[in-house]
């Protein structure tokens, strides 16, 4: 079997790696890929952007099966395009999509099919948005309706940073914005193979540390790191999640008509009226995907052909606690440099790489999240040591890391 992974970040390095190991995949390309996985893929020089050459290539390679990785080729409709040509495709269509490329779209389902997430307010004007903020005070949630690479949301702690969201959002006119209101709690991501109205939960989780810097301070980013399992969040929470949020999900979106076939992603969090909904992606979480999968015994394209077929298959896991630190340009989520030189990377598989160049003088930074250190050990204390082990191995000026990630299951 031929596949085709999109895209060129770390969870697509990750989804190369375990496809690769597939007893039923021959070889594996990727578009656009990085220059870390050439020892892995074949790396193809086709934009993501660029539908039809992705298409075509398909066409003349004999691909047999497309796993699309990053969100925005699925909300620019990649899936559908694949799919007019008869070629097998893992990821959402663009209906579909929209459970992570519009905020309001799916709170309003979630509001329709009852699934417990927290109260909100879809505005589209900047002087309604102000008004709203007279009556609804910090701590506010302030989303911005589209796609912002993991960055178009606003955890508004005090009156100040909720007024500068509005002002930062509503910059170009108007706008659709979802105002939520605060949820405290624990927050965990569940991935969910989910084939229309047939699915198959993952019955382990992962955490994932949003904000840059240590204690959770500091801006939104795309993710600083995860670990998994995280035993703290107990298995009745975990199966609450199921039976509150994940098949009524699955069952509202079937009745949707959204013929959803892919991965779904539900950021959830742990409250005192139990588990509720931050958010779903249309795709694995980044950095999630880099742990879970490592963690994963089962055969990836098992897995496919059984959600192709509606058939139950029971996920086998690595008896091994994962964790990973996320290597950033000094700067990220704002503004940063690339190519600062990058030492002690040579391909070993405990990387998952985001963002590294290869020139003549070895890697060098190329994007905000460059990569992620992973560690495994028999408990969270040993997997977490292990990754900064391998955080510390790599030498390079221009990156920086949170110190913390797993502490919250310790």
Not at 352 to 364: I, N, P, R
Request: hydrophobic share 40%.
């Amino acid at each position: 079997m031929k596949v085709l992974v999109i895209g060129s970040g770390g969870r697509e390095h990750a989804l190369v790696r375990k496809i690769k190991a597939s007893k039923h995949v021959d070889s594996v390309y990727v578009i656009a890929g990085n220059d870390a996985m050439q020892k892995e893929a074949t790396i193809v020089a086709i934009e993501e952007s660029n539908h039809d050459a992705i298409v075509q290539f398909c066409l003349d390679e004999a691909i047999d099966y497309v796993v699309i990785g990053p969100e925005q080729p699925l909300i620019d409709g990649l899936a559908d395009l694949l799919q007019s040509k008869n070629i097998k495709v893992f990821g959402p269509n663009q209906k579909a999509a929209q459970m992570e490329g519009s905020k309001a779209f799916a709170k309003e389902l979630m509001k329709k099919y009852q699934i417990p997430t927290a109260t909100y307010q879809t505005i589209e004007n900047k002087q309604e948005a102000l008004d709203y903020l007279e009556t609804h005070k910090a701590p506010i949630v302030i989303k911005y309706d589209g796609l912002a690479a993991g960055k178009g949301v606003i955890v508004a702690m005090t009156d100040e940073e909720a007024m500068e969201a509005v002002q930062t959002f509503y910059e170009e006119g108007n706008v659709k914005v979802v105002f939520e209101e605060y949820l405290e709690g624990e927050e965990f991501s569940l991935m969910v193979f989910v084939n229309d109205d047939f699915c198959i939960p993952f019955d382990t989780i992962a955490q994932d540390h949003k904000r840059a810097f240590d204690g959770d301070l500091g801006p939104n980013t795309g993710g600083m790191g995860a670990y998994c399992p995280v035993s703290h969040i107990s298995d009745e929470t975990l199966e609450r999640t199921y039976e509150e949020i994940v098949y009524p999900t699955v069952k509202a979106m079937h009745e949707e008509g959204l013929n959803y076939f892919g991965l779904l992603y539900v950021g959830a969090i742990v409250t005192s009226d139990g588990p509720k909904v931050i958010e779903y992606n249309a795709r694995f979480g980044d950095p999630e995907c880099q742990v879970l999968l490592t963690r994963l015994e089962s055969d990836f394209m098992d897995i496919l052909e059984a959600l192709e077929n509606k058939k139950s298959i029971d996920l086998v896991w690595k008896n091994k606690t994962i964790c990973g630190v996320v290597l950033a340009s000094k700067g990220y989520p704002g503004s940063y440099e690339k190519g600062h030189l990058v030492k002690g990377y040579d391909f070993q598989e405990h990387y998952f790489v985001s963002a590294l160049k290869q020139t003549d003088e070895g890697f060098v930074t190329n994007g905000g999240r460059v990569m992620i250190a992973l560690g495994e050990g028999e408990s969270l204390q040993e997997a977490q040591s292990n990754a900064y082990l391998n955080v510390k191995a790599i030498d390079c000026e221009g990156l920086f890391y949170r110190n913390d990630i797993g502490n919250k299951g310790l």
